[in-house]
T-cell receptor, first 115, second 115 residues
Framework: AQSVTQLGSHVSVSEGALVLLRCNYS??????LFWYVQYPNQGLQLLLK??????LVKGINGFEAEFKKSETSFHLTKPSAHMSDAAEYFC?????????????FGRGTQLTVWP | SAVISQKPSRDICQRGTSLTIQCQVD?????MFWYRQQPGQSLTLIAT?????????ESGFVIDKFPISRPNLTFSTLTVSNMSPEDSSIYLC????????????FGPGTRLTVL
């Protein structure tokens, strides 16, 4: 069965610092992986997705993530944090077979950016 | 991508009453999903609603409590019945366009408070 673990429910960084949000997945077959962002009082917005093409995926707002099969990881990074990046971030893995179409979400990581 | 709207955006309801949430998509989609997001929590899938078939409910969710309609390929409703304060959550609908690697697009959510 597919599952996702996000390490760290809260991450705090200073403006301009590196952002690193961790995500490890469990999947019996090569997965599709996603990062979503949720700003306060809004729905989820897709940041980026891995669909078995390039292992380094670039998304919106300067974020990128690298798929590492050997580590079963899909960590999200941004070289320089901005105040506007403060939000909740969710990693998700796709279902396969009988669960095709489903997404399995991690618990989320709240990113705080200090001035 | 798909643009999704939800009505109402928020509501405050009395215990024992019911609320119907509407989800409208700007294009025809096969798969629609309803999620619950309790305060400070991740997303929990309530059910999958495909047009032309009965909704498929996840463990812990039943049709009597969360009846769902899917009359066409652009619209769905979720009713929260006989509400209690424990139903206070954000309810989100999402869609998965065919062939989009299980990618889902989310509505803005309905923030429900039950007194």
């Amino acid at each position: 069965a597919q599952s996702v673990t996000q390490l760290g429910s809260h991450v705090s960084v200073s403006e301009g610092a590196l952002v690193l949000l961790r995500c490890n997945y469990s999947s019996s077959v090569p997965p599709y992986l996603f990062w979503y962002v949720q700003y306060p009082n809004q729905g989820l917005q897709l940041l980026l997705k891995y669909t078995s093409a390039a292992t380094l995926v670039k998304g919106i707002n300067g974020f990128e993530a690298e798929f590492k099969k050997s580590e079963t990881s899909f960590h999200l990074t941004k070289p320089s944090a901005h105040m506007s990046d403060a939000a909740e971030y969710f990693c998700a893995v796709s279902g396969r077979g009988s669960t095709l179409g489903r997404l399995y979400f991690g618990r989320g990581t709240q990113l705080t950016v200090w001035p | 991508s798909a643009v999704i709207s939800q009505k109402p955006s928020r509501d405050i309801c009395q215990r024992g009453t019911s609320l119907t949430i509407q989800c409208q998509v700007d294009s025809q989609v096969t798969m629609m999903f309803w999620y619950r997001q309790q305060p400070g929590q991740s997303l929990t899938l309530i059910a999958t609603a495909n047009q032309g078939s009965e909704a498929t409910y996840e463990s812990g969710f039943v049709i009597d409590k969360f009846p769902i309609s899917r009359p066409n390929l652009t619209f769905s409703t979720l009713t929260v019945s006989n509400m209690s304060p424990e139903d206070s959550s954000i309810y989100l609908c999402s869609v998965s366009p065919t062939g989009a690697y299980n990618e889902q697009f989310f509505g803005p959510g309905t923030r429900l408070t039950v007194l």
